[in-house]
């Protein structure tokens, strides 16, 4: 098995997902694009483990196992975030969200000084 | 090449270049369903390097639940059918930057690496698996399940719109609201008209 192959997958993969993230405008599709370069870290963890010959067996595939699960935590949260993007703003595009915190918006709510509480 | 190569060159390619077309499609659904291939065809590569456990579940999470998860987000948010026009930003920089890292990378493996062979080892089965993950790893495997939960209750409490929600108005009448309304109006009149 040449181990060179894998690799040269894994970089190739590593580097459209970065593309991916700076490229795409649609939240949902920057998840996807990181989706691709966990999988890439996941290929390296993979082919590492033939390769390096560690004082734990099958450390690489554990690794993998482990990233494979904060992939699942993180796309759950990630796309609770979007689709409460979606119902705040109606529309999931990375650009449209304002960076700086909006002001409150108090409601002027009159109320006589009468009034029962 | 042997054969292991040959099927590792094949599936790798499959991967490369159905990820490529995730990031380049103009359909947001396809790009879900071109995910899908990539994701099998990495499941594959895992396979051949004997990582069985890992092949499996790369199938049952990924494929079965997160590529799920997206495509229910992709239709939540009401994604058009056919082709859309606004999915990229003019992307040079993010081509030299992924094109950059990429090659990059590649040529740090391919240097350090060169076309070297090493004998594949023993299959990761479950069972090896199973005893290093509870063996060696124990520490990190809890602290992974405390992470899905608190991953767990984070969405719950993001998705829902009534947490946290009624805490605001029982405070504001009292402390907050007023004294805020009788600084700013006079404060805003003054500075308005000289």
Known sequence: MRPVIPYVTAALLFGLGVYGVLRRRNAVLVLMAVELMLNA???VLVTADTTVQAVLPHSGQVFALFVIVLAAAEIGVGLAIVLQLYRLRAGVTVDDVPLAEPAPAVTP???PEGAIR | MTGADVLLLALGAVAVGSGALVVATR????AGLWLVVCLGALAGNYLVL??????????LIYVGAVVVLLLFAVMLTRAPIGPSDDLDRPGWPAALVGAGSGLGLAVLLIDAFRWSRVDLPAAGTAERLG??????WVLPFEVLSVLLLAALVGAIVLSRPDIGRPAAPTAAPDGGERPARVASTPAADEGGRP
């Open chain 2, 50 to 59: 004997t990582a069985e456990l890992v092949a499996w579940v790369q199938v």
């Open chain 2, 131 to 136: 005893e290093q993950v509870f063996r060696s």
């Open chain 1, 109 to 111: 709510v009159e109320r």
């Open chain 2, 27 to 30: 359909h947001l659904v396809r």
């Open chain 1, 41 to 43: 870290v996941n290929l």
